[in-house]
């Protein structure tokens, strides 16, 4: 019995080393493996076509047409219609101001223009009463005339004849010449008289002009106390409270409107290069994603970066509204027959990095690619890969190892 287990005892002893041995045996033959689970990997296949550049940004969304309504004087802030975030048409009254010179202002301007108005009645008037005397001198100097013409005449044979004397006659002839020119110095005199009536009239007219400007100007001041929106849109921020004071410039409410909006999105300065005027771009809303076109970039680069603006449809969804924080996709030029892939992690464009490629269903090995840029979350294949080649692009390490097992 003792002879039995002793026995099975070292023939344990030997399997166990065999064992051992084939699997040295094994290790050594495979070089340095790792055996992966498939499920734990992410792979991808190269693939050649159209690379579009593709630069990422973010920002915000802003108004396309947009009011700032300041203070045209000074005034007390009397009441608040509305509050942030309030939908508005061009007619809406956001606040309303009060200013009490400016209503006096406006009682005296309007007292000065009827006045001026008054004045030019009463101008009318007395002309017309001045043409009438002078009309009816000019009448009375018209008849005495027509008598001393008719009484010449009646006398010339008279003198002839030796009824009346010569000089008599004479006299009555120059008579009627006189009275003839003192007639025409009267129509020449009411003429000039309608002149000077015109005259003053156009005076009285700009004094009535100039006493309107007053007006309209009194007017204008006390209507802009009550402020309106303006545009069509959103109430932006109202940074004025109740009875607060303003004086001339002061920002009173900024207004936007709804349905034309741009992305205002930072990419980074190294990646302007690929944006394109007029260019297409795809904005993440967070409600959505939306197109847009390129319709401004920035000349000078800010903190690194440089705003691009791009222009939303109008026909947006009623959640996408001014301000809201967006992801940005610009499309830049498109180069052709291009390969790439997914980029693999730890990856950088324009470098050379070593990444698994796979070699059958289950087996990987490790190997040496150039790649070039990077377009949204592909990379170009320089060289090392050829289409469809499938590649481990996260999930393994590949300094761990030089060849790769998956297990399914």
């Given at each position: 019995m003792r002879w039995i287990t002793q026995k099975t005892v070292f023939s344990g002893l030997i399997l166990t080393s065999a064992m051992l041995i084939i699997a040295g045996w094994l290790l050594g033959f495979s070089g340095n493996k790792d055996y992966i689970a498939a499920n734990s990997i992410n792979i991808s296949q190269v693939q050649s076509g159209d690379f579009a550049q593709e630069v990422t940004?973010?920002?915000?969304?802003?108004?396309?047409?947009?009011?700032?309504?300041?203070?045209?004087?000074?005034?007390?802030?009397?009441?608040?219609?509305?509050k942030?975030?309030?939908?508005?048409?061009?007619?809406?009254?956001?606040?309303?101001?009060?200013?009490?010179?400016?209503?006096?202002?406006?009682?005296?301007?309007?007292?000065?223009?009827?006045?001026?108005?008054?004045?030019?009645?009463?101008?009318?008037?007395?002309?017309?009463?001045?043409?009438?005397?002078q009309q009816s001198e000019l009448s009375e100097y018209q008849a005495n005339a027509e008598m001393a013409s008719l009484q010449a005449e009646a006398e010339a044979p008279l003198a002839k004849l030796g009824v009346?004397?010569?000089?008599?006659?004479?006299?009555?002839?120059?008579?009627?010449?006189q009275?003839?020119?003192?007639?025409?110095?009267?129509?020449?005199?009411?003429?000039?008289?309608?002149?000077?009536?015109?005259?003053y009239l156009s005076i009285q007219d700009e004094v009535i002009l100039q006493a309107q400007a007053s007006f309209n100007n009194a007017k204008y001041q006390l209507d802009?106390?009550?402020?309106?929106?303006?545009?069509?849109?959103?109430?932006?921020?109202?940074?004025?409270?109740?009875?607060?004071?303003?004086?001339?410039?002061?920002?009173?409410?900024?207004?936007?409107?709804?349905?034309?909006?741009?992305?205002?999105?930072?990419?980074?300065?190294m990646l302007a290069n690929l944006v394109q005027l007029n260019g297409l771009a795809e904005i993440d809303t967070r409600h959505g994603l939306v197109e847009g076109k390129i319709i401004r970039i920035a000349p000078v680069v800010e903190n690194g970066a440089v705003r691009v603006d791009i222009q939303l449809p109008e026909d947006l969804s009623s959640d996408i509204r001014p301000l809201q924080m967006v992801d940005a996709v610009i499309f830049g030029q498109s180069r052709l027959q291009v390969s790439f892939i997914d980029t693999p992690q730890g990856v950088n464009e324009n470098s050379?990095?070593?990444?698994?490629?796979?070699?059958?269903?289950?087996?990987?090995?490790?190997?040496?690619v150039k790649?070039?840029?990077?377009?949204?979350?592909?990379?170009?294949?320089?060289?090392?890969?050829?289409?469809?080649?499938k590649v481990?692009?996260?999930?393994?390490?590949?300094?761990?190892?030089?060849?790769i097992q998956l297990t399914y």
């Open positions: 940004g973010y920002g915000t969304l802003q108004s396309l047409y947009q009011r700032s309504i300041t203070a045209t004087t000074t005034a007390v802030v009397d009441s608040i219609h509305l942030p975030g309030a939908v508005v048409e061009a007619n809406t009254l956001i606040i309303t101001l009060k200013n009490t010179q400016l209503e006096v202002a406006l009682q005296q301007a309007l007292g000065e223009l009827k006045n001026s108005k008054t004045q030019k009645r009463k101008l009318i008037l007395e002309q017309q009463r001045e043409v009438l005397a009346i004397s010569a000089v008599e006659a004479k006299k009555g002839r120059l008579q009627a010449k009275l003839q020119q003192k007639l025409v110095f009267e129509l020449q005199k009411l003429d000039k008289l309608k002149q000077a009536h015109k005259e802009q106390l009550v402020v309106k929106a303006g545009i069509k849109g959103v109430l932006q921020s109202l940074p004025v409270s109740l009875g607060q004071s303003v004086n001339l410039g002061d920002k009173l409410a900024h207004v936007g409107s709804l349905s034309a909006l741009i992305a205002e999105i930072s990419v980074p300065q050379v990095q070593s990444i698994f490629k796979l070699v059958s269903e289950d087996e990987g090995v490790l190997t040496e790649f070039g840029q990077i377009s949204g979350k592909r990379i170009e294949v320089i060289s090392g890969l050829i289409p469809g080649d481990v692009v996260a999930g393994i390490d590949p300094s761990d190892a030089t060849q």
